[in-house]
Nanobody
């Protein structure tokens, strides 16, 4: 499956953005999808994830819990990351990843190229 992220940009602190992870190839509904972020010279950080198909289960990093929400629209073959209350420390390149898994994977097999989110203070 090929993943493409979009929706990043420059935004002021306190603002909102919605990132999209769109898939081509096999149906994304058969994949658990995770979101990660990375800043230069730092390790990649887990942001959150959603289970496959109806997406009944989600998980979030403590740093984003209550501010970020992951959802999926299987008809559009897309998973979203809704971000509200953005902070300068949310600035990073955001990646989505996928794996065929009924749960929340520890590892992912497919990755997108990322989209940059920059939050100004």
């Amino acid at each position: 499956v090929k993943l493409v992220e979009s929706g990043g940009g420059l935004i002021q602190a306190g603002g909102s953005l919605r990132l999209s992870c769109s898939a081509s190839g096999p149906a994304l509904s058969e994949y658990a999808v995770g979101w990660f972020r990375q800043v230069p010279r730092k390790a990649r950080e887990f942001v959150g994830a959603i289970t496959w198909r109806s997406g009944t289960e989600t998980a979030y990093a403590d740093s984003v819990k209550g501010r970020f929400t992951i959802s999926r629209d299987n008809a559009k073959n897309t998973v979203y990351l809704q971000m509200i209350g953005l902070k300068p420390e949310d600035t990073a390149r955001y990646y989505c990843a996928a794996r065929i898994d009924s749960g929340l994977p520890q590892e992912y097999d497919y990755w997108g190229q990322g989209t940059q989110v920059t939050v100004s203070s």
